[in-house]
C-alpha cells in the first residue's frame, strides 16, 4: 500500500515528461542537435529561461547554467528545450 501511495505522488508532483524529440511541422527535433538547427526548423522560441541542470561529464555529475527554449504548440503542452553550448542536451514536455 506505501509503494502505490508513494508511486501516485511522484507521478503527481512531476509536471515535465522527458521527450528525445519532437516534432516542428514535418522536421524532427532530436537531442544532441545545433540550436541553429533547433531555431531553423521550428523558428524563434516564444521565451527563454535560464536553470540549473545536474548533468554526466565523463562520469562526474555537475551543476551547469542551461538556456530553456519553450516552444508552443497549438491544442497540445509546450515543449522545453535545454540548451547547453549551443546543443539540445534535453527536451521535455511541460
Not at 56 to 78: A, L, T
Request: net charge positive; aromatic share 4%.
Amino acid at each position: 500500500m506505501q509503494k502505490t501511495c508513494l508511486l501516485i505522488l511522484i507521478m503527481l508532483l512531476s509536471n515535465h515528461v522527458l521527450a528525445d524529440s519532437f516534432r516542428c511541422g514535418r522536421t524532427l527535433v532530436k537531442e544532441g542537435e545545433s540550436s541553429n538547427a533547433l531555431i531553423k526548423k521550428c523558428g524563434k522560441p516564444v521565451r527563454k529561461y535560464a536553470s540549473k541542470e545536474l548533468i554526466n561529464d565523463h562520469g562526474h555529475r555537475k551543476n551547469v547554467s542551461v538556456s530553456n527554449w519553450v516552444y508552443e504548440r497549438r491544442g497540445k503542452n509546450d515543449m522545453i528545450v535545454s540548451i547547453l553550448s549551443g546543443s539540445v542536451i534535453k527536451i521535455q514536455v511541460d
